[in-house]
């Protein structure tokens, strides 16, 4: 008879007891366990950022290492491309590397700088459709397709990059002339784009008003060329287009004798 009494308070204890279990497995184990995935998320994608951070300072490190070369490559491009017009180094240049040749500078002539306009590139035109069926256009053939080849498109100057132009005659022998003409184009610093060149022979002569004994059969030529600024992108540290040269001759045509 206890037994039978005894039987249903045991049944709910037993029944309490898998509801408490189940609730702590709700309320305290199954969070917990979802708080340890999360953590253990958290340091897989910490230790990813760390990698990548440990490969970016190794990156810079070794551009750090190279620093010094970067400096001196960027200083002989400066040299080539300064940020101002620097004529007076362009005439040093230009006079050091006649006298190397044995040539004699007669004149030399800068002109007025300018901008270079960027040159946008060219979309490709599209064909307008042509009817494969003349009875769909009305019975007629088939139309003419607009448009042509697209033009041609290359690179073009950067913004703000500038062009003087000049003029450069010099005499001499034919070897020692074309030894300059060559040098000019390749064995001096500054960027120099050689535009026209316009050859007489010379006659037999004396030397006369700063001008060299010539040979029958000299050279004398008159170089066009352009050299090339651009300036930096702090307008207050380039000088403008037409500013002034330490020597007085820029932002304007002027003529140098030797």
Avoid: C
């Amino acid at each position: 008879m206890d037994r039978r009494r005894s039987a249903p308070w045991i049944g709910g204890t037993a029944a309490a007891a898998l509801a408490l279990g189940a609730g702590g497995w709700f309320l305290v184990v199954g969070p917990a366990r979802d708080d340890t995935a999360s953590t253990e998320q958290q340091v897989t994608s910490t230790r990813e950022q760390n990698d990548l951070l440990t490969l970016q300072i190794a990156s810079l490190e070794a551009a750090s290492a190279n620093l010094d070369q970067y400096k001196t490559e960027l200083a002989a491009l400066q040299e080539q491309l300064p940020t101002d017009i620097r004529l007076s180094a362009l005439m040093r240049e230009l006079d050091t590397l006649a006298s190397t040749h044995g040539v004699t500078v007669l004149d030399l002539t800068f002109l007025t700088p300018t901008e270079l306009v960027p040159v946008p590139p060219v979309p490709e035109a599209v064909p307008a459709a042509v009817p494969t069926d003349p009875a769909a256009a009305g019975g007629e053939g088939p139309a003419p397709a607009e448009g042509g080849a697209a033009a041609p498109s290359g690179p073009s100057a950067p913004a703000g990059m500038v062009g003087m132009d000049l003029t450069l005659t010099v005499v001499g022998t034919p070897d020692a002339v074309n030894a300059f003409i060559d040098g000019a184009q390749q064995g001096v610093q500054r960027l120099l784009l050689v535009t026209g060149v316009n050859l007489v022979t010379t006659q037999e002569e004396g030397a006369s008003g700063g001008r060299p004994a010539t040979a029958l059969g000299d050279y004398q030529v008159q170089l066009s060329a352009t050299a090339y600024v651009l300036p930096a992108d702090d307008p207050a540290g380039a000088a403008p287009a037409g500013g002034a040269d330490p020597a007085g001759a820029a932002g304007e045509p002027g003529a140098v004798d030797s």
